[in-house]
């Protein structure tokens, strides 16, 4: 995380510990320290929003009447950051393919019977009978 980095996630958490009661005996800036120390190599999106989680009382199994613990906040991060980047990865467009090269599925000689075919230069019944294809006869 960068200094700019660092001050959002600073921001985010001193807002989250003065959002609950301040424990007797607790120093504010050795414990804000020790939250950034735990959470140094994720996103500040990720410390944002588990921040207003907290706040909001959305974690699951917080008692919502004390700050988190450190271990408890870092587990929460990280279980953010893992969503965020899930998230991020399903926005990225998919490699894009390149469509294979066009072949006709029958050979020349069978188009250029049935080209002649259409244009009155070949029979259909010689067409039929030399690739064993059976005409109907229309009336």
Request: include cysteine; glycine fraction near 4%; charge should be neutral.
């Amino acid at each position: 995380m960068n200094a700019k980095d660092k001050i959002r996630a600073a921001k985010a958490i001193s807002i989250m510990l003065n959002s609950f009661p301040l424990q007797h005996g607790t120093d504010a800036e050795v414990q804000l320290a020790s939250f950034l120390e735990c959470i140094d190599q994720f996103s500040p999106e990720a410390v944002e929003e588990t921040c207003l989680r907290y706040r909001r009382g959305e974690i699951v199994g917080h008692d919502a009447r004390f700050a988190p613990s450190t271990a408890q906040f870092t587990q929460s991060v990280k279980e953010r950051q893992s969503h965020l980047d899930w998230l991020n990865a399903s926005r990225i467009a998919p490699e894009r393919q390149i469509p294979k090269p066009y072949s006709p599925r029958v050979s020349k000689e069978k188009m250029q019977a049935f080209t002649d075919a259409l244009h009155g230069r070949r029979s259909w019944e010689s067409l039929s009978e030399e690739f064993g294809i059976p005409v109907r006869d229309v009336d």
